[in-house]
């Protein structure tokens, strides 16, 4: 008999609402479920890796047992073992590492969908007395967002656009391809007459619908911003009231404006000042207005900038947290966060003064962390959580250099750092050289061909779901677990809490994780709001937290000053620049001309595509044959110079490497404007050496830069938006 469970997809950030019909515990069929408060694809639109769902659970290629390297790194040999033997081994494995080299050793990167666990996974590595070395593509994504917002108006509102939204800028962001629940809420609000701004040097749809579209030089976002500022603030546009009573640094900002006339951030951003004008007027005039922001900042090495930029912005026209404007709900008021069930072991300064990158991004690292949740502690009932951050870049290195100190294993859990990050070939060397490397993923990904475990990790299908993104969600979503993650002889993966756990009691310290099962953590979790799991996803399964609005007038916002601070008293007291400054790119024609004449495109890469979810989906046929290749757009003008067709397979290659994609010819870019799609390996080849399963031939990461140097000194973000590239025909190619 077909039962149908209630459960909660997390296969990327729709967090939609699903109905997952069941025979006799076997998955038939997962569908969206029409009465989830908050739905995200319109109803009629079925999401293509949802009806993926069934041919994803049973894919012959999924990791169904642990598996341990049986041959060389990377020779593709694996033995099938038991959980017992593998967790045994792997907590041996740490403690070798931990004895010989210190805690401070190992480390560990994520990737997107497995963060709501993270705070479970820091309790291990605290206790350890690890510096929480946790490094992954964390510093282009939401921690530079959440934290920046944290820092300047006391709460970051996770995408706060609404049907009563007058205004939306979508900053570096195409919602209706890579946020479908914002998507809608988009089309909601365009539908009843809000304006739309889309600052992106690619035609996207929306670019394409847009009121105001500025088609800005990759990496100039700053200036342009500024720009707006100047005019706001010149031409009297701003809300007086708000920014006298609740705008600290206005007569600061003022002077850092008058820098950025709309002439100044035109020539810096080919965006022209007419452009950039009427923008700034009918931002300031459409209010409550929203803004979402999206990786096209991220990856900027200038993204601290442009996030304070954007806030200012918010501030200047009075639209924090008012109704359809930037709503800084917070966490639940009364249930617990995955932040209280952190355990209540202090870090040691000592320990913490040794996470990589630590003395040298300290808006990032434990200093700035601090600094900011003491601020929001003052104000907000319960705290998101804020994950201490490593730097990425400086962790590979330090795993192949020892400095400053040896890092000897890694734990990935849903990650893919082969090609997710950026330099790929210094990637590779430093998981090639770890004494201990193992994963935690549904596939053998060309990453996971390199480890010594990999470990099956069970999907949202097989696991229950609470989620509140940490407490920064509008909303709590919860699921049960719709069929069962082990079935004896056909597979058995297990939840990240419970490996977390298994580890954790080998390490002795069993007593810190008291709930048994996942199910009893979230029990615990909604025990203060009278519900168990159970209950809650029979009862509620979406809650809305918000519709409090100017909380600020009894609290003040949760920053040092009380203010929404155009001039970040944080930043200062960390010897960085209080206000944003616009600052070129270390790669761009104006900044390398020299290079650009061997080098004349600018590469960038990273926007969405509908059907994968950044390097996941390429193994499930019916999602890959509706995207079979890599695609990288040209400008038909280009094309035609170089004598390259549309489908005809190119070379795009920096200074730092080559790999090739499929022409797609497309005149929603500058001619001298290059975007490569992101993620790419392939399944289908082999998964040991050199192939890697294709990891060498289509991922732009190869091309990509990690230099510390050029990383944003805040946030430690690294340039993926402004490399310098050629292309060329791939007249030939022939496969290892
Ligand atoms: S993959 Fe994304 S859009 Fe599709 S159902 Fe899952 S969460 Fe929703």
Redesign the pocket.
């Known amino acids: 008999m077909v039962e149908v469970k209630k459960s909660v ?4 950030k ?3 609402g ?1 109905l997952v019909h069941v025979n006799n515990g076997r998955l038939v069929k997962a569908t969206n479920d029409p009465d989830f408060p908050e739905q ?2 319109p109803r009629s639109t079925a ?1 293509l ?2 009806k993926a769902a069934r041919e994803f659970f049973y894919h012959l290629d999924r990791v169904n047992f642990p598996l341990k390297r049986a041959g060389e790194k990377g020779e593709g040999k694996w033995r099938a073992i038991s959980w017992e033997q593998a967790l045994d081994e792997i907590a041996e494995g740490m403690k070798k590492v931990i004895r010989q080299y210190g805690p401070e050793a190992l480390s560990f990167t994520l990737g997107t969908a497995y963060k709501q666990e993270n705070p479970l996974m820091t309790r291990l590595f605290t206790l350890l007395n690890n510096p929480l070395n946790f490094a992954s593509a964390t510093n282009v994504c939401f921690w530079p967002r959440s934290m920046v917002a944290n820092a300047i108006v006391g709460m970051f509102p996770h995408f706060s656009v609404r049907p009563s939204t007058k205004c939306i800028v979508s900053l570096g962001a195409e919602p209706l391809v890579s946020r ?1 629940t914002t998507a809608e809420q988009m089309r909601q609000a365009i539908k009843n007459g809000a304006k739309h701004i889309v600052i992106d040097p690619r035609r996207t749809y929306s670019a394409s619908k847009a009121d105001v579209w500025l088609q800005l030089r990759p990496g100039t976002d700053a200036a342009v911003l500024m720009g707006m500022v100047n005019v706001i603030i010149e031409e009297g546009l701003y809300d007086r009231e708000f920014v006298e009573r609740w705008c600290h640094g206005f007569e600061e900002l003022k002077q850092r404006a008058r820098e950025y006339p709309p002439e100044k951030a035109a020539a810096i951003s080919d965006v022209p000042a007419e452009t950039i004008q009427e923008a700034a007027r009918v931002y300031a005039a459409n209010r409550p207005g929203a803004m979402i922001e999206g990786m096209g900042i991220e990856e900027l090495t200038s993204n601290a900038e442009v996030l304070h930029a954007r806030w200012i912005l918010a501030a200047l026209v009075g639209n924090l947290d008012v109704e359809g404007g930037e709503e800084l709900t917070g966490p639940h008021p009364t249930m617990l966060t995955m932040k209280e069930l952190e355990p209540r072991v202090d870090f040691k300064p000592e320990v913490l003064a040794k996470q990589i990158g630590a003395d040298r991004f300290k808006f990032l690292a434990i200093h700035g962390q601090r600094m900011i949740s003491s601020n929001m502690g003052r104000v907000w009932p319960r705290l998101p959580w804020q994950g201490i951050i490593a730097h990425g870049p400086s962790m590979w290195r330090a795993v192949l250099t020892g400095n400053p100190y040896p890092v000897r294993a890694t734990i990935t859990i849903g990650n893919n750092p082969l090609v997710t990050l950026p330099n790929t070939k210094l990637v590779y060397k430093a998981l090639k050289s770890l004494d201990l490397f193992v994963v935690i993923d549904y596939w053998r990904t060309p990453s996971a061909e390199l480890a010594d475990y990999i470990l099956p990790s069970a999907c949202w299908l097989e696991r229950p779901m609470l989620w509140d993104f940490q407490g920064y969600d509008r909303w709590i979503k919860a699921g049960e677990a719709a069929v069962p993650s082990s079935v004896p002889g056909l597979y058995e993966h297990k939840n990240e809490y419970e490996i977390w756990r298994e580890l954790a009691i080998r390490f002795g310290y069993g007593d810190y994780y008291p709930w048994k099962t996942l199910e009893e953590l979230f029990d615990a979790r909604l025990k203060p709001i009278g519900y168990t799991h159970r209950n809650y996803v029979d009862k509620v399964r979406c809650e809305w937290k918000g519709g409090h609005y100017k909380k600020y007038e009894k609290t003040g916002f949760a920053t040092p000053t009380g203010k929404a601070e155009l001039y970040s008293t944080i930043m200062d007291k960390l010897d960085y620049d209080p206000l944003p400054h616009y600052q070129e790119s270390a790669e761009t024609k104006v900044s390398q001309p020299e290079l650009a004449k061997e080098y004349p495109y600018v590469l960038i890469t990273g926007g969405r595509i509908r059907q994968y979810y950044h390097s996941d989906f390429r193994q499930i046929d019916s999602v890959r044959k509706v995207h079979p290749d890599p695609l990288v757009q040209i400008n038909p003008q280009t094309a035609a110079k170089l004598g390259i067709a549309d489908g005809d397979w190119v070379w795009i290659e920096t200074k730092r490497g080559r790999v090739r994609q499929k022409a797609e010819l497309f005149d929603g870019l500058k001619p001298d404007v290059v975007h490569a799609e992101h993620g790419w390996w392939y399944p289908e080849l082999p998964g040991e050496e050199p192939w890697l399963h294709g990891v060498w031939e289509s991922n732009i990461n190869v091309c990509l830069d990690d230099d510390p140097e050029v990383c944003n000194s805040l946030t430690g973000a690294y340039p993926l938006k402004t490399a310098l590239c050629r292309i060329y025909r791939a007249k030939s190619y022939a496969r290892p």
């Open positions: 997809c997390n296969w990327c729709g967090e939609c699903v995200t694809w999401c890796r949802l479908p």
